[in-house]
């Protein structure tokens, strides 16, 4: 759900492990290992926005449209929308069901940060949806 696709998901997850594999003795003894490598995952795709354009180009157009296996392929148009960071935030809250402090944590921002990112982010999801109902 981070990345968008199951690509760069394989991607982000072998690179995550790569990354915490000299350190994993350090991790597994952690209380929460399955939330540090979330969180390497989470900066990990956040440094890579930071790197790309925020458009991924390709020369042809799809014959196809994608399958979601997630259920509401709408909602999922509707966040790849989203900047980055509050995409970040609404998956890691309504998806992985984490708190503030958690989200804050494995982004490395305040937990005010967290609010406000999730608060534009769902108010740019309801401005898109009454434009689409005006249409």
């Known amino acids: 759900m981070l990345s968008g696709n199951s690509e760069d ?3 982000l997850v072998q690179e995550a492990l790569a990354r915490l594999g000299d350190a994993w003795h350090r991790v597994q003894n952690k209380q929460n290992p ?3 490598v979330r969180t390497t995952m989470t900066r990990l795709h956040i440094n890579a926005w930071r790197r790309r354009h925020r458009e991924d180009l390709v ?3 799809p014959e196809e449209g994608r399958s979601d296996r997630y259920g509401d392929a ?3 148009a509707e966040l790849q929308g989203l900047p980055r960071k509050q995409r970040a935030v609404l998956v890691l809250r309504y998806y ?3 708190s503030d402090a958690e989200i804050a944590d494995i982004l490395g921002v305040s937990r005010g940060t967290v609010r406000s990112q999730a608060a534009r982010a769902l108010d740019k999801l309801r401005i898109k949806r009454v434009l689409q109902e005006a249409r």
Do not use: M
Request: net charge negative; aromatic share 14%.
């Open 9 to 11: 998901a394989a991607d």
């Open 34 to 36: 399955e939330g540090y």
């Open 59 to 61: 020369a042809d157009v």
């Open 74 to 76: 709408d909602l999922w």
């Open 96 to 98: 992985e069901d984490l």
